[in-house]
């Protein structure tokens, strides 16, 4: 019988594993899984990598047929351009803008150069415009940088309020066919003027720096009876021009004095327009007097505090108008049916 060493037995041969060889097992052990993740990296690096220049020639494939698209669309406007343009003339050229553009007003340009009409109602296009006089050989004496008084700036403004006195149209044309008598030549510089400024008030009156407290107050002392000779009056067709917030009307009704002989003009029909607003018994009561020999004034009237609509439905005479006019009044039902009681 042989004496083997204690580590050998029957069939196999057995190290027991040194510490040595536990390390580099690990080692192995890491170095494989660090291959295996700088291989996973490297896979995910050029899978990104062919998925974005996949999309980089997709994307470029799209621009060369955008590119394509707009060169064939650029030969065909070539086309057109070479057939129309050289048809482009004096007396022709407004008929071809008002088939291109949408006016910007819709003002009476009669008396007026061509371009001055064009520059005004086109306003919003108005460097397109001025290309178009300019290619199809009409003189245009200034540029695009000539305003109009409803972009004016606050500086601006205030010269206009400054002057209100001379702010007079020729023949009474305030508000409509007066570009005649302000061209281009005052827009230029609206204040050199010798007598009369013709500066037109619709403009003024579409500005939208009047829409303001600050302006409201200046309008309100313009539009009050006593207050000099001056031009503010015809502040009272401000609602028609723009849309005011409530608080620049409250303002503007408030702070609005009127004697009885003036109630009739603008500035009283301004009143009435926004009697909800009006708080001075003087003034309603001269309100309530118009209405009364206005015709079938009941919507106007239905906006008067309750004792004024009572006075008002009062005054009616016949029993139709009174009914017609308490289907639209705002008093309780309680007051109308007495009003009508006592008027049967």
Known sequence: MHNYPPDYYEGDFYNEPSEFDEKM????????????????????????????????????????????????????????????????????????????????????????PLHWSLYVNYYKDREQILKILNYAGVEVPYDSSVILPHEWDKVTLDKFFERMGSHVNCNGSNYKGNLRFWTYRHAQNPFNYTSYSEIPWQFVLRNPLLNSKEYALKMAKEMSSGSGFNNGYKFSKIDEYQELSGEVIKILVENTSIDKKNMKGDVGQFLIRHVEYVKSDEILEIILSILGNMWRSYKEAARLPEKYQIKYAKSLSRVEDKIEFLKVATLSQEIKAKIFCESV
Do not use: G, Q, W
């Open 25 to 112: 097992e690990e080692l192995k052990s890491y170095l494989m899984d660090s291959v295996r993740k700088d291989i996973k990296s490297d896979l995910e690096y050029y899978k990104n990598s062919a998925e974005k220049k996949e999309k980089e020639l997709l994307e470029l494939k799209l621009k060369i047929k955008s590119l394509e698209l707009e060169n064939t669309k650029l030969h065909r406007a070539n086309d057109v351009a070479e057939i129309i343009l050289p048809r482009i003339t004096k007396e022709n050229v407004e008929s071809l803008i008002s088939d291109l553009f949408e006016k910007t007003f819709h003002e009476d340009t009669h008396d007026c």
